[in-house]
């Protein structure tokens, strides 16, 4: 788990807890937490989508995480849990809902690629905007940043292909991918498919979700608290 993103909840005024896969333990787990944060890291195994073929460019697959993961949130959203996706975080709760992925963007978009999504790879750095996100309006999103325009960072080979039912695309690339979504249904359920912990100290309007996530925790803390 990289350091920023434990830094982002922090500065957003959240407690940060680590959870390392434990299958058996997803309840437990949901009990002692009052949100949800699904952060970056390797690709789902493509059989979790249905997926009968693996891209040779499949990196870092963890069947344990995969398993874990796809748990934590569809049990976190029957539980009404609030929760944030980053990056690998979007494609876990899509696919967790019954969605499925794009392998490899490059390959697949080849004909229609007029941006780049690894942003390293034309020199730019972590923290520095890669390309445009289009938002929708009147989304959690859009109240979140003020605005329908968003400078993001890019560093994914992957992206949502068929969108899974309850969840909302609410954020475009130039190329027309999805870059977030929502879930109406829940009380606070949005991922995005960059990443804002590595961005927030110099762009501070991407601790925006991370704020976000922490109200929601906060409420529905108080919530059980109440019952
Ligand atoms: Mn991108």
Known sequence: MAAAYVDA??????????????????????????GLLLSGGGDLEPSRYGATNVHETTYGISRERDQFEIDLVRKGIARD?????????????NVAL????????????VETAVIGHRQHEAGLRSDEIGHDVRLAEDSLLTEAYGDRRLGVNSFHHQAIDGLAPGLEAVGWSADGLIEA???P???FCVAVQWHPELMFVHHPEQLALFAALVAAARKSA???AAR
Do not use: E, K, N, Y
């Not at 500065?11 to 009052?34: C, K, S, Y």
């Not at 849990?81 to 979007?90: D, L, S, Y």
């Open 181 to 183: 979504v929502t879930m």
């Open 98 to 109: 019954g969605g499925s992925l794009v392998q490899d963007v490059a390959s697949a978009l």
């Open 81 to 93: 849990v609030p929760i944030f996706g980053i990056c690998r975080g979007i494609q876990v709760l």
């Open 9 to 34: 909840v922090l500065g957003a005024g959240g407690i940060a807890i680590v959870l390392p896969p434990q299958d058996d333990h997803t309840d437990a787990l949901l009990d002692h937490i009052d």
């Open 222 to 224: 108080m919530a059980a």
């Open 185 to 187: 249904a829940s009380s």
